[in-house]
């Protein structure tokens, strides 16, 4: 799996405080005090400075829409690449950054960690990419760079998102299994949750996962199954997307009887169909969409990867 994981890289509250101020005679006025929307994430100041540790060893890129209002807290929407390629690259590929001005959300896109091979990485799950051990902490990583986020614009705490590609979205599964009550809704392209998810895999309330998934992947097999290289074994796109179903409490017999999509744009007709598990509890979901015929990096229209992302974060926010 190594060796195609590489080659699949290159291709590509706030609390309002009213202080009496001794000898002044009079309180200050409640007009004159700002409002504060109640969503909006507001870290400690000990998060914030851990966060500016963390990210002034690894920075990261970002994009603020021209419409952006400090009267309102803002969505979050984090960009995972895959393995071997960087923050810059996925972003060109997904598309996503070039629409957030007319979208409307606050944007991250970090790099992972550089490997023996010259190859960023994220420390996701047991199967992909830590192929070198280095044991790094990106679930604190992403945590700092959401709260870095929020320590200088209006996060709203309630629709934090990721999105991620190959071992970026295992990595969206490793973040909602250590820190569900943070992130609102994943979308992983082509990257799986823990094999052992049962004993791996934690959240403390249910997410809203998306897995979009080509049957034809020939890195991240869609059907699951073993490297000969590592004897890693990787589940299945259904798998995992049934075990967020499980942690949701959604119905376990699967609805496909919504429309077809057309995802990939060199696929001819609506190629991906859509299953999904109903009656989720609050704050849950769980979709797979299959891109029929699909590899391992689809091709996405512009804009409208873009749109089927937001689309499905937009309507998945915390409640």
Same mark, same amino acid.
């Given at each position: 799996?190594?060796?195609?994981?590489?080659?699949?890289?290159?291709?590509?509250?706030?609390?309002?405080?009213?202080?009496?101020?001794?000898?002044?005679?009079?309180?200050?006025?409640?007009?004159?005090?700002?409002?504060?929307?109640?969503?909006?994430?507001?870290?400690?100041?000990?998060?914030?400075?851990?966060?500016?540790?963390?990210?002034?060893?690894?920075?990261?890129?970002?994009?603020?829409?021209?419409?952006?209002?400090?009267?309102?807290?803002?969505?979050?929407?984090?960009?995972?690449?895959?393995?071997?390629?960087?923050?810059?690259?996925?972003?060109?590929?997904?598309?996503?950054?070039?629409?957030?001005?007319?979208?409307?959300?606050?944007?991250?896109?970090?790099?992972?960690?550089?490997?023996?091979?010259?190859?960023?990485?994220?420390?996701?799950?047991?199967?992909?990419?830590?192929?070198?051990?280095? /044991?790094?902490?990106?679930?604190?990583?992403?945590?700092?760079?959401?709260?870095?986020?929020?320590?200088?614009?209006?996060?709203?705490?309630?629709?934090?998102?990721?999105?991620?590609?190959?071992?970026?979205?295992?990595?969206?599964?490793?973040?909602?299994?250590?820190?569900?009550?943070?992130?609102?809704?994943?979308?992983?392209?082509?990257?799986?949750?823990?094999?052992?998810?049962? /004993?791996?895999?934690?959240?403390?309330?249910?997410?809203?996962?998306?897995?979009?998934?080509?049957?034809?992947?020939?890195?991240?097999?869609?059907?699951?199954?073993?490297?000969?290289?590592?004897?890693?074994?990787?589940?299945?796109?259904?798998?995992?997307?049934?075990?967020?179903?499980?942690?949701?409490?959604?119905?376990?017999?699967?609805?496909?009887?919504?429309? /077809?999509?057309?995802?990939?744009?060199?696929?001819?007709?609506?190629?991906?169909?859509?299953?999904?598990?109903?009656?989720?509890?609050?704050?849950?979901?769980?979709?797979?969409?299959?891109?029929?015929?699909?590899?391992?990096?689809?091709?996405?229209?512009?804009?409208?990867?873009? /749109?089927?992302?937001?689309?499905?974060?937009?309507?998945?926010?915390?409640?």
């Amino acid at each position: 799996m190594r060796s195609k994981l590489l080659l699949s890289g290159l291709l590509l509250p706030s609390v309002l405080t009213i202080s009496f101020v001794a000898g002044c005679g009079s309180a200050a006025s409640m007009d004159d005090l700002p409002v504060v929307d109640p969503n909006q994430l507001v870290p400690s100041a000990d998060a914030v400075q851990r966060a500016k540790v963390i990210v002034d060893a690894r920075p990261y890129d970002s994009k603020i829409p021209a419409s952006y209002d400090a009267k309102k807290s803002w969505p979050l929407v984090i960009l995972l690449h895959g393995y071997g390629a960087n923050g810059l690259a996925q972003n060109l590929y997904f598309g996503i950054g070039q629409e957030v001005d007319r979208l409307g959300f606050l944007y991250a896109y970090p790099d992972g960690t550089m490997d023996s091979k010259g190859k960023r990485f994220w420390n996701a799950t047991d199967v992909c990419c830590d192929f070198d051990k280095k /044991n790094i902490d990106d679930v604190a990583y992403v945590d700092a760079i959401i709260d870095d986020m929020a320590s200088q614009y209006h996060v709203d705490k309630k629709r934090i998102f990721i999105v991620g590609h190959s071992n970026g979205g295992f990595m969206s599964h490793r973040y909602a299994c250590d820190r569900a009550e943070r992130v609102a809704a994943i979308v992983p392209l082509a990257g799986d949750n823990f094999k052992d998810a049962q /004993n791996r895999c934690h959240p403390k309330e249910p997410v809203a996962v998306l897995q979009v998934h080509g049957d034809k992947d020939d890195a991240v097999p869609y059907t699951g199954g073993t490297d000969p290289d590592t004897g890693r074994t990787i589940p299945s796109a259904l798998d995992s997307v049934k075990f967020w179903a499980s942690v949701a409490g959604c119905s376990m017999t699967a609805d496909t009887s919504a429309e /077809n999509l057309d995802v990939d744009v060199n696929i001819d007709g609506k190629e991906t169909t859509v299953t999904r598990f109903p009656r989720c509890k609050p704050g849950g979901a769980a979709e797979l969409w299959t891109i029929k015929g699909g590899s391992h990096v689809p091709a996405f229209g512009r804009p409208d990867w873009a /749109n089927y992302v937001w689309s499905w974060f937009a309507a998945h926010p915390k409640p």
